[in-house]
């Protein structure tokens, strides 16, 4: 019998699924099977980023201070209230992300529990991804922090979308993106962007036929040397 593959010290667990933050890789636990990432579907269909270009050291940082920001931002959507000390532009960004999560849990009237890098898979797609904050089954959001918005968000959220259905079997009745950037905002510094469920799960559906069949493709035939 093949040996079941064992966590690491970085691996997180949620629910049935194990995520190896370090190698970004998901596994379902009960059968031990690998899970293909969202975003390695979405790096398939659609390579282009909006950082294409930019110096590697601009854009490490820029990953940082969003995971520092998605990290507070989930601290206060659980307690309320932020414990991280952080940099002066972390900081800008936190307090936009906070005002705009404030003003979404009240126009969504959110109420109980939000879990926040709720992790959703489809063991019969062989696919996995992590939403920043999902509410009741029926909510998703995610939060950006990329200078630019990115045409594969809205994949994203279908794959969420998607997935979450697939789990919850109820309806998914909003799917909105926090993106923040003080630069393109000069006003507001941040805006919440409505998605459009269906047309999402459309595209991501479209998309994961286009990964599968890309995994089959073999161009070439077998030639002997």
């Known amino acids: ?30 059968t031990d099977t690998p899970l293909t990432s969202v975003s390695k579907v979405i790096q398939t269909v659609y390579s282009t980023k909006s950082w294409d270009g930019v110096d590697p050291a601009v854009v490490e940082n820029a990953r940082v201070r969003g995971e520092m920001v998605d990290a507070a931002l989930a601290e206060y959507v659980s307690t309320g209230a932020v414990s991280m000390t952080a940099t002066a532009d972390v ?7 906070v005002r705009l999560w404030d003003k979404y849990r009240d126009s969504c009237k959110l109420t109980g529990d939000i879990r926040s890098q709720h992790i959703l898979y489809s063991v019969e797609y062989g696919i996995a991804g992590t939403a920043d904050f999902t509410h009741d089954g029926a909510h998703i959001l995610d939060l950006k922090t990329t200078y630019n918005t990115e045409l594969s968000w809205g994949l994203q959220i279908g794959a969420y979308a998607f997935m979450l259905n697939g789990m919850t079997k109820q309806e ?26 269906d047309q999402c799960v459309t595209q991501w559906i479209e998309a994961l036929i286009f990964w599968k069949r890309m995994k089959q493709f073999t161009p070439f035939k077998d030639r002997k040397k």
């Open 91 to 97: 900081t800008e960004r936190l307090e936009i992300a």
């Open 172 to 197: 998914i009745r909003s799917a909105s993106i926090i993106h923040i950037s003080p630069k393109v905002y000069k006003d507001a510094g941040g805006v919440i962007i409505p998605c459009d469920v």
């Open 1 to 30: 019998m093949p040996r079941k593959s064992e966590p690491c010290e970085c691996c997180i667990t949620d629910g049935d699924i194990r995520f190896c933050k370090t190698k970004h890789t998901y596994t379902h636990i009960p």
